[in-house]
């Protein structure tokens, strides 16, 4: 191989060293196997880029770059504070069983028969008020593909008043924007809910971890039974402060069946229906 100035890697192939630039050795170090300049001109191509092989490959690197930068991160958190980060998947799932066992008045045989409904939330800031978030008319966003401006979209909470139903009107009566809307107030004074801190950490990593394992374990229920459509997606890497909780709570009532002609469970959106300007929670 001639040398022309670039650097130059050495790699033990078939019991031999053998010489090669650096972006081949690159590629070598990603993929697994050996090419040559040609080959990985080629796969790094736009038509390799975009055909299953090369989605796959592109998958696998970005999910090794995650677990990397989540590793750096943690190892950063447990210089912060005194409490350590979670290190093992299995670690939060421990914590959400324990949790679950010690919860048995909560996470019991109502729960699974589905007379019981309930929204696990996670907060660092006031957890009354974050309970019944999911009840509120929280707007989303996008950027249009082509203008690149800012296009908000109606909010989608779980549950709603129907048009029908003797608080939608007197809400409406009220003056509210949006009658359909259930206030926490409402949840907790008409539908008879209950909230209660599961957990705490000085950490939003373990705080989130724990969140996600109690929602991943619920996943399987019909919406309106669980009030959370997914399972968390929020930020996890926070530097932690003196003064400040990270708490798992839940909320819960065994109300909601008794209120079926008053409320709507909203499903899941579609994202061809959002596109096109036809959410409309009265269809």
Not at 33 to 50: A, C, L
Request: proline share 4%.
């Amino acid at each position: 191989m001639k040398r022309s100035g670039a650097i130059f890697a050495k790699r033990l192939q078939n019991g031999k060293l053998q010489e090669c630039d650096a972006r081949t050795a690159t590629h070598r170090f990603m993929f697994g196997k050996t090419s040559t300049r040609k080959q990985y001109k080629r796969q790094n191509s736009k038509r390799y880029r975009n055909s299953e092989h090369g989605k796959q490959v592109k998958r696998q690197c970005t999910k090794r770059r995650q677990t990397e930068k989540e590793a750096e991160r943690l190892a950063v958190l447990a210089t912060l504070s005194d409490e350590p980060p979670f290190k093992e998947v299995k670690e939060p799932i421990a914590e959400a069983e324990r949790i679950i066992n010690d919860n048995q008045h909560i996470f019991n045989e109502r729960l699974d028969s589905g007379l019981r409904s309930f929204y696990i939330f996670y907060t660092g800031s006031d957890a009354h008020v974050e309970s019944t978030r999911f009840l509120s008319n929280r707007n989303s966003y996008r950027n249009d593909p082509v203008t690149n401006d800012v296009i908000y979209t109606i909010g989608n909470p779980v549950l709603r008043w129907k048009e029908t139903s003797e608080y939608y009107k007197q809400r409406q009566l009220d003056g509210a924007p949006d009658p359909s809307i259930i206030t926490g107030e409402q949840f907790r004074n008409i539908l008879g809910a209950r909230m209660k801190i599961l957990y705490k950490s000085k950490l939003q990593y373990n705080a989130r971890m724990v969140e996600d394992s109690l929602q991943y374990k619920y996943r399987h229920l019909d919406l309106g039974q669980r009030l959370f459509r997914d399972i968390d997606r929020g930020p996890k890497f926070e530097e932690p402060e003196e003064a400040k909780l990270h708490q798992v709570g839940v909320i819960y009532t065994d109300r909601l069946q008794e209120f079926s002609d008053d409320i709507v469970v909203m499903p899941n959106r579609r994202k061809e229906d959002v596109d096109a300007g036809r959410w409309d929670y009265h269809s």
